[in-house]
């Protein structure tokens, strides 16, 4: 009898750890750092390493010396986090402003709710807006990637601040995208510069991918950013293809693909049913899309995410999972 061990209901075990699902994130995410490095060259790299190492020790950090618990390290989330802090980021970013994304990400944006799975917010993005708000010159400044034995990459808008400018000067959508030579293959293969996490949208898909097979995510988040943001281009092409971008071109820039398959479905920061995942998602793909068309800046996935993960807590009222054992 005193090898029985009394637990509460449902008596339900499973393989799975947070270990064991950031792992497999982390494998996921593996060949679009692969790209990263291969078309912006070890710059990239060192931004890499620089984001990874510093959320690692960090976390053990304050875990261990402010905190006076275990360190969480060893559940391979902080090292999510900074990979993720890292494909976000320009790879000419320099490494003592990486560390602070990365202070901000653990220190402020996880830790100060008392570590996984009681933040708010996803760490990385709020790393991530924390600098460009604080650091535009250098969260702004991109470059068309040279590949990792090329030249110094040359400065160049990404498509999202080309359309963006070319619209306050006057021109159409047509005349900037032939400007620009914008091409949509490429920009599946190969984006034409922008953060590191953009410049290669299968690799993304593939993770995505991935991750589904392994049943890691939640697939109708992603699934409902991207039907949503086709649908309100769509809509908004069709009434002036001269003003607004169409569908095709709206999923395969900026980084729309990394934050909907990455970032949009952390466990902790996302609704727990479907159908909150489901409004969690459309959300998230509208505020993008109006940030994107009537806002200053060209991007809007970070900011429609964050947002939309504050909104969390109340959809979670509102869409409320069946209890174990309900029909």
């Not at 499973?14 to 995410?29: C, F, G, H, W, Y």
Request: glycine content about 10%; aromatic content about 12%.
């Amino acid at each position: 009898m005193s090898k029985l061990i009394v637990s509460p209901n449902p008596h339900i075990h499973s393989k799975d750890s947070t270990q064991s699902l950031m792992r497999d994130v982390v494998i996921a995410l593996i060949p679009a750092v692969i790209c990263s490095v291969l078309f912006y060259g070890w710059k990239e790299l060192l931004v890499l390493g620089v984001s990874v190492a510093s959320c690692v020790l960090l976390e053990y950090a304050i875990t261990r010396y402010m905190l006076k618990r275990a360190s969480t390290v060893g559940d391979l989330s902080a090292v999510v986090t900074g990979i993720l802090l890292a494909l976000n980021l320009p790879y000419t970013t320099p490494w003592w402003v990486v560390f602070i994304g990365a202070v901000v990400a653990i220190g402020v944006a996880k830790l100060t709710f008392g570590g996984i799975g009681q933040n708010i917010w996803n760490p990385a993005l709020v790393g991530r807006v924390f600098l460009l708000v604080s650091f535009p010159t250098y969260m702004t400044t991109w470059a068309k990637p040279q590949g990792l034995f090329g030249i110094d990459a040359i400065s160049g808008a990404t498509p999202l601040g080309a359309v963006q400018e070319g619209l306050l000067q006057g021109s159409s959508i047509q005349e900037i995208m032939a400007e620009g030579g914008y091409d949509y293959g490429q920009m599946l293969l190969a984006n034409l510069g922008g953060s590191a996490g953009e410049v290669c949208a299968l690799a993304l898909l593939a993770g995505f991918i991935y991750l589904c097979v392994r049943r890691v995510i939640k697939p109708w988040i992603t699934l409902s950013i991207f039907a949503t943001v086709a649908l309100v281009s769509l809509i908004f092409w069709g009434v002036n293809p001269a003003r607004f971008t169409d569908p095709a071109f709206n999923l395969l820039t900026g980084g729309l693909i990394l934050g909907a398959c990455f970032m949009a479905t952390d466990y902790v920061t996302s609704p727990m049913s479907v159908w909150g995942g489901v409004i969690f998602g459309v959300g998230i793909g509208f505020l993008t899309m109006m940030i994107r068309y009537f806002g200053s800046y060209p991007e809007g996935v970070s900011f429609a995410i964050l947002i939309m993960n504050s909104f969390v807590p109340l959809i979670n009222m509102a869409f409320k999972q069946k209890k174990y054992g309900r029909k």
